[in-house]
């Protein structure tokens, strides 16, 4: 296990990914929940096989990968069947976190939840960073990247933790209210300090 983690979280169009493509060029182990929540539904891992078994083959595309649309309706229409899922996924998805942490090989390591403070994820780790970015440039990225209407991603951010409620949990803050060269170069010198306190917490 990395014996420092440091926690990364921020809301929807924050720049999470932007930040932790900028720690791991810095050569920092990025563990990433959404991707891990990805991984364990893969054809060939025993969690897809439970929800075909459950749903049934339709919930499946030709090439045998998920329908993760198909399963959004699915659960969308009937809150029995999304705590089934949440159930199935939940504990599978905490093993691969640890699994991959405990893989890291830099000196502290980076896991990055959107809902990092809701799912108790918080508790792995020593720091939490909140990526932090006024609404107005939220929307806009989000929406650019995403092609989606500002009602869409207005919806999103009103249904997330409140930017007050995700800072009360912060150690440090990243405002990513500039450009990308800006935002390397607060990357880099929050590198600097979790060196530091990574070697610290060696002692
Ligand atoms: P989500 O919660 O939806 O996964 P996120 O917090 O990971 O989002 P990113 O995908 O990193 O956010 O950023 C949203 C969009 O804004 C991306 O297209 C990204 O390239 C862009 N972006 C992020 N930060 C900056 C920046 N400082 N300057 C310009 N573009 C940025």
């Not at 563990?31 to 929540?37: E, N, R, T, Y």
């Not at 440039?137 to 919806?155: A, F, I, K, P, Y």
């Not at 990243?174 to 450009?179: I, Q, Y």
Request: glycine share 6%.
């Amino acid at each position: 296990m990395a014996n420092y983690i440091v926690g990364l979280t921020g809301g929807i169009g924050s720049g999470k990914t932007a930040v932790s493509d900028a720690f791991a060029a810095l050569g920092v182990t990025v563990v990433d929940a959404d991707v891990v929540s990805r991984e364990v539904v893969e054809p060939g891992r025993p969690a897809l096989a439970a929800i075909v078994e459950h749903f049934g083959a339709d919930i499946t595309t030709a090439d045998g990968h998920l329908d993760r649309a198909a399963l959004r309706q699915v659960i969308f229409a009937d809150a029995s069947e999304k705590q089934w899922l949440e159930q199935l996924l939940h504990p599978l998805i905490g093993e691969e976190t640890l699994h991959q942490l405990a893989a890291a090989d830099s000196p502290y390591a980076l896991l990055v939840s959107p809902l990092l403070t809701e799912t108790g994820q918080q508790q792995l780790c020593q720091r939490v960073l909140v990526v932090d970015a006024p609404e107005a440039l939220q929307l806009q990225r989000t929406m650019t990247r995403d092609n989606n209407s500002r009602e869409q991603v207005e919806r999103i951010i009103a249904s997330q933790s409140s930017r007050q409620q995700r800072l009360a949990s912060a150690d440090d803050v990243l405002n990513n209210d500039g450009d990308l060269a800006e935002l390397r170069e607060k990357v880099a010198q929050l590198h600097q300090t979790y060196l530091q306190l990574a070697a610290q917490a060696h002692d």
